[in-house]
Structures are given as C-alpha cells and as structure tokens.
C-alpha cells in the first residue's frame, strides 16, 4: 500500500484531518462534530506543522495532535508537548500507523526542545514508547446527603461571565503548581461551551463546562470549573483554584442545579490542605492517576534536571547533588521507571530510595482547561 508519512499537516489537508478527527471521536458516537471548536488551538492553521499525519496516497487515515504548553512547577518552567487527538480510521487500524506517529512525534518534540510529554491517554501503545501514569490523585466522591458538612452562609457561587476574567486569572496566578495560560488562551477556554450552547442542542454535544466564581464575603477567592455527565447522573470538577477553606463550601450551588447527582472532585497529592479538608469528613475516595487518564514521558532528561536545579539548590546547597541514567547500569531500567521516580506512581507509597524523599515526587499539574 503507499503510505505517506509521518509528517505534518498541509493547508489543503487540515479539513481532511478535522474530519477525521471528528469521526473517530464524535460521530461515531452520535455526538456533533465539534472536536475543532472543543480544541481550536491544537487545529489552528499555525499548528498544522504539529498535526503529525499517514496517508494512503493522498488520503489522511491517521492523526496524532501535538500542542506545545508551559507548565509551572513552583516557579519552574517545563516545556510540554501535550499529544491528543491520535485517531486512526477504523478500516486503517492495527497496521502500526499510530506507532509510527508517535515515534515520530517523540522524535520531534526532542528537536523542538520539550522537556516532556503529556499523553491524554494511556493503553499500550503509549506504554511501549515509555509512557507511564505518574503522581497520585484522591477522587472524592461526595452525594449531596454529605452537603450539611460544607455549608457556609458567607461563601456564594455566581456563573462565570466575561468581565470576571481577571479576577480568574488572578486566583489562577497563585497555583503554585499550574500550567502557564496567556490571557486571551484563558478567555477562549472559558469561552467555548457558551459558543457551543449558543449554537447547538446540549442532548448532542459530548463536551459541556460550567464554571463558577466563588466569594467570601464581597471578595473573590477562587473558582471550580465543573462537567455534568448527564447519563451517569455525575457532577466532574475539571479545574478549580483559590482557597481551599472555601471551594467545599460552594458545592452547594452546584447540587442546587444538579440535584441527585454524585459529584467527583480530584485532589492530587500534593494539595495537602485540601486532602485534609475532605479527608477530615470521612469522604470516600478513589486513588488514580494524576492527571487522571494520561502517561507521562520524560524527553530530555538533562535539560529537566538543568531547569530544576534551582529548586534542588533551595532544598541542598549548590553542589550537593548528582544524576546519572545508564540503562545498564543505573537504578533506572528504562524511559518510564524513570519518569516514575521523578513524578511518582499512583501505587507507589514512598519515593524510591535512591531519590530523595523530602523534594521528590515532583508535582505535576492537573491541565484542566489546558487538556489536549
């Protein structure tokens, strides 16, 4: 057969590449086809260079999105390559066209200078290229019989509107662990499921967000950023930020809107002052992944260690510290145990012993908005 790929995208194919998309994703569930408005930086045409693509003679068949984003790791910044959207067309599968994308787009990011890459998926394919969930993340699962444990007469909920932007970006700057999210970036995000409603009937639409601003008193103190899941009768928080007295004690507006259903609300691990709040009422939890669902892949190894050296120096002293990787000799089997080491697994209850306990697993954030 004569394939073509990988590669990225030219401006002729970027429709073809959305279809596909589409169909893969959307469609072929009976949902609309919205994965272009859902996601509209991954399918910009300034990214079709990052739209790693196969092709049997001039058809597109396969897809792998690549989105290059920041994140910020206690003031450190960590380049991302977030990969999303990886669709074959189903008469297309199982002839090793996704490996060969993601191979490729391994080999990209490393030229491209990320330190990283987030997959929002995990299943074997993205293991065998070293993937691996990392970190750990409590989901709660709170009814709203358990309400009567956060109410407070001075915490308010209001529907988010543009002109609180700034006031959400605010409460976001203060995350110590976040991703990096320009301005215009953040409204877009806030903006799509008012786009989408405004044009489309819920029952079809697969992706659909509230968000809330929370206050206590007059003073603005944080947000939740929540998906209904109507079918499962279940309330998802995506993203929240501010204070953590405060955010349990406006689940109550969202349970005013959603009565009967279950709400799950994702706390990682290094939320400390969160877990303790939910801990202390007996909320049952689950333990996953953080973020839960993806695989995380270390791409460049000396060039992370080099950006959280300052942080490492904060903790030990300048040169108090060494690294080494060697595949064969090393603590360090392959690409995902080390990834595992850095960032933590979700069934590991203690940092390995040769990596040291007080700095390591390093955070990583939930992307929230962000998600590719």
């Not at 984003?69 to 380049?79: A, D, N, S």
């Not at 009567?148 to 988010?160: I, L, M, P």
């Not at 103190?221 to 998802?236: A, D, H, N, S, W």
């Not at 953590?244 to 349970?255: E, N, T, V």
Request: proline residues 6%; charged residues 25%; hydrophobic residues 35%.
């Amino acid at each position: 057969m004569d394939w073509v790929g990988p590669r990225g995208t030219r401006e002729e194919e970027l429709g073809e590449v959305v279809k596909l998309v589409n169909y893969v994703f959307r469609e072929s569930s009976n949902y609309l086809p919205t994965m272009q408005e859902e996601f509209s930086f991954l399918f910009r045409p300034e990214n079709r260079e990052n739209l790693r693509i196969m092709l049997v003679g001039r058809k597109v068949v396969s897809h792998l999105g690549i989105f290059f984003q920041e994140i910020i790791i206690r003031g450190t910044r960590l380049k991302v390559g977030s990969i999303g959207a990886v669709a074959t067309h189903p008469r297309h599968r199982g002839k090793g066209l996704a490996t060969q994308l993601l191979k490729d787009a391994i080999e990209k990011l490393s030229r491209d200078g990320a330190d990283l890459m987030l997959v929002s998926g995990d299943r074997g394919l993205y293991r065998r290229a070293g993937c691996s969930p990392v970190g750990k993340m409590y989901q709660f699962i709170i009814s709203s019989f358990q309400l009567k444990h956060f109410q407070r007469q001075d915490v308010k909920a209001f529907s988010y509107s543009e002109e609180n932007l700034e006031k959400l970006i605010r409460i976001y700057q203060q995350e110590p662990v976040r991703f990096h999210r320009p301005r215009n970036n953040f409204r877009i995000y806030l903006n799509v499921s008012r786009l989408l409603k405004e044009r489309y009937s819920l029952e079809k639409l697969f992706f659909f967000q509230e968000t809330l601003l929370i206050t206590e008193g007059e003073e603005p103190v944080g947000y939740l950023i929540f998906r209904p899941l109507r079918t499962e009768k279940q309330i998802e928080i995506i993203e929240y930020a501010g204070t953590r007295q405060a955010l349990p004690g406006s689940l109550y507006h969202i349970f005013q809107n959603y009565p009967g259903y279950n709400l799950l609300f994702p706390v990682p691990e290094y939320d400390r002052e969160l877990l303790l709040i939910l801990k202390r009422e007996n909320i049952p939890f689950n333990i996953t992944a953080c973020p839960p669902g993806h695989t995380l892949r270390i791409i460049n190894f000396p060039q992370l260690m080099g950006k959280i050296q300052p942080l490492m120096e904060e903790w030990w002293g300048e040169n108090h510290f060494a690294f080494r990787w060697d595949e064969r000799t090393g603590q360090f089997s392959d690409v995902a145990s080390l990834t595992g080491a850095i960032f933590g697994v979700p069934d590991c209850q203690e940092t390995p012993f040769y990596l040291r306990r007080e700095f390591f697993p390093l955070p990583f954030p939930n992307p929230g908005l962000n998600y590719v």
